[in-house]
């Protein structure tokens, strides 16, 4: 599905990312773990390029992604992030605005996709800044949802919200999985978390990674002494600046 190879990605000096080799497998949920600091949120971004590589390639269905229209790469490598950014209006509005740039408007699929996050076909008609934070980081979803991507992009969803917000948008997300056939990365600090929604976990540190597997093996048979100790809570944070 999605393919890197050789990867690295520098701010200034520094490498923020050091020759990576990874392979997502697709319809699964993968999470990337690590410290902070680690290149998390960088490694996530290349995928629909908001970052670039300074060297390797990276390849979505066997095509290098710096090939393809890059509007069209976001529409089919969608992504939400940490705190939903959505525009003024009613929720219909924040739903339709993908689709618009193609040139249509499919009001249907955006009362669908609002029913697949959980909310009320009501919601539609609802100005966002009357939304609770949970319901606007499900509006954000279902607004990615509505440019029927393949691979959704999930940045730390659900760090602002409670836990029964939380709880809500991982059971959405795992539904969406299998009702959509999608494939899913994610990055989380909440090591719980992962271990209930994952299929494949990849533990990145240093710019690195340095392993990947199976939740089931990744969790209960680490192989790295480093994802032993980060697992222990025995890696110390080293924090900078991404970007």
């Not at 009501?122 to 991507?149: C, H, I, M, W, Y």
């Not at 978390?193 to 540190?205: E, G, N, P, T």
């Not at 697992?231 to 924090?239: D, F, T, V, Y």
Request: net charge positive.
């Amino acid at each position: 599905m999605l393919k890197l190879e050789k990867v690295s990605v520098n701010l200034g000096t520094s490498k923020i990312l050091d020759k990576i080799n990874l392979e997502i497998p697709a319809n699964k949920i993968t999470t990337i773990i690590g410290p902070s600091g680690a290149g998390k949120s960088t490694l996530l971004r290349l995928f629909n390029r908001l970052v670039s590589p300074a060297e390797g390639k990276i390849t979505f269905k066997g095509k290098n992604i710096e090939e393809v229209d890059v509007i069209q790469l976001r529409n089919r490598v969608g992504m939400v992030f940490q705190l939903p950014v959505l525009f003024p209006g009613t929720v219909l509005d924040n739903l339709s605005y993908g689709p618009s740039l193609k040139g249509v408007r499919e009001d249907d699929y955006a009362l669908y996709c609002l029913k697949l996050v959980g909310l009320d076909k009501s919601f539609a008609e609802k100005d966002v800044s009357s939304l609770s934070g949970g319901e606007q980081q499900r509006v954000s979803l279902a607004r990615t949802l509505a440019n029927k991507p393949e691979v959704l992009l999930l940045d730390e969803p659900t760090s602002a919200l409670d836990p029964a917000s939380t709880e809500h948008i991982e059971k959405t997300i795992c539904q969406l999985k299998s009702s959509l056939n999608l494939t899913i990365i994610w990055i989380t600090h909440d090591l719980n978390q992962a271990k209930r929604v994952s299929d494949y976990v990849v533990f990145l540190a240093g710019g690195k990674v340095i392993e990947a597997g199976t939740k089931e093996q990744l969790f209960s048979n680490p192989k790295e002494k480093l994802t032993k100790l980060f697992l222990a809570g025995q890696l110390a944070e080293k924090r900078r600046d991404n970007p």
